[in-house]
């Protein structure tokens, strides 16, 4: 699932791409019966008002809020975008197949052409004549519109913790929202999005190596020097992310349709039984089930206190 750094990385390049032009048409093949009285566009009833509501609007910007898209509109609209887990926005000039009832890049070349980029399912069509796609193989994604000045209380929103990049996300309030579950393990309570927006599975394997903490170490046991050296590898490995254009491990692709390159750059996360790459340290890379996901970890220099 893309996590804080690939989105912040589509963020940034919708605002490079996409702002102040016009959403001349919308198409999508999202159906499913069992969202049939949801407000969201796998509802074929809610996709009628979603396309007549944001035809004509001109695209003020986008921002991201957790793992959320959020692309601002005129006449006071914002359209949210959750990419889950294979699903990714691109730029560019694409045909419909009438015969085959598929989109397609024009161009028979390039990054748009990757294989990670086909699943087309939905379609926004652009006063220059691009289009913005979102491709999604699983189809897992929610995208849905709402009043800008609702933000506050919408349900995907209102319940995230703070922003861990943000400037005033200092060390003490780091260490106030672990709190609220000093029980809990902390590679779990680091993915929990209403103690810290945005942090998945792939950045709290990497930080949690850094700082050498056991993902299954209780978050009220860890000392106060160690959650120094987490707070200092959460905000450098998020932002070695942006840097790196997100993690494209799996189906992440950017705006061009390109990967991202934080893959390459990987200690612990989808390493098992490689040597850790620690200088000094002696021990392999082990991976253990965690509610339903794989927590990678150092089985010498990663504690539990």
Same mark, same amino acid.
């Given at each position: ?38 407000e ?14 944001? =035809?004509?609007?001109?695209?003020? %910007? ?5 793992? /959320?898209?959020? !692309? @601002? +509109?005129q ?28 989109? =397609?890049?024009?161009?028979?070349r %390039? ?5 990670? /980029?086909?699943? !087309? @399912? +939905? ?17 897992f ?14 349900d ?14 200092t ?41 050498g ?13 160690v ?16 840097d790196?254009?997100g ?7 950017n ?40 927590a ?10």
């Amino acid at each position: 699932m893309p996590e804080l750094p690939e989105v912040q990385t589509t963020v940034d390049g919708l605002n490079a791409l996409v702002r102040g032009k016009k959403i001349v048409e919308v198409w999508t093949d999202y159906r499913s019966s069992f969202h049939a009285t949801k407000e969201n566009i796998k509802n074929p009833r809610y996709f009628a008002r979603f396309r007549n509501a944001v =035809r004509g609007a001109k695209i003020l %910007g986008a921002e991201r809020r957790g793992k /959320n898209v959020l !692309i @601002h +509109l005129q006449r006071g609209h914002t359209i949210l975008i959750h990419m889950k887990m294979t699903g990714h926005l691109m730029v560019g000039t694409y045909v419909f197949s009438a015969k085959e009832k598929i989109w =397609r890049p024009k161009i028979s070349r %390039g990054p748009l052409t990757d294989p990670f /980029n086909r699943y !087309i @399912h +939905l379609v926004f069509t652009l006063s220059n004549k691009k289009h913005l796609v979102f491709s999604d193989l699983r189809k897992f994604a929610t995208v849905y519109l709402f009043k800008t000045a609702d933000a506050s209380t919408l349900d995907d929103l209102s319940h995230l913790g703070p922003e861990p990049l943000a400037h005033d996300f200092t060390f003490q309030k780091m260490c106030e929202r672990l709190a609220r579950r000093p029980q809990g393990k902390i590679k779990q309570v680091l993915m929990d999005q209403e103690i810290i927006a945005g942090i998945g599975n792939i950045y709290s394997d990497e930080m949690l190596w850094i700082a050498g903490i056991h993902p299954l170490a209780r978050v009220g046991k860890i000392p106060p020097a160690v959650l120094k050296k987490l707070y200092a590898a959460m905000r450098d490995v998020l932002r070695k992310g942006i840097d790196f254009g997100g993690d494209s491990d799996s189906d992440y692709r950017n705006i061009y349709g390109k990967p991202g390159k934080f893959q390459s750059t990987h200690n612990a996360y989808r390493r098992t039984g490689k040597p850790c790459p620690r200088r000094g340290c002696p021990g392999t890379i082990r991976r253990l089930a965690l509610a339903g996901r794989g927590a990678h970890f150092c089985d010498t220099h990663q504690k539990l206190f």
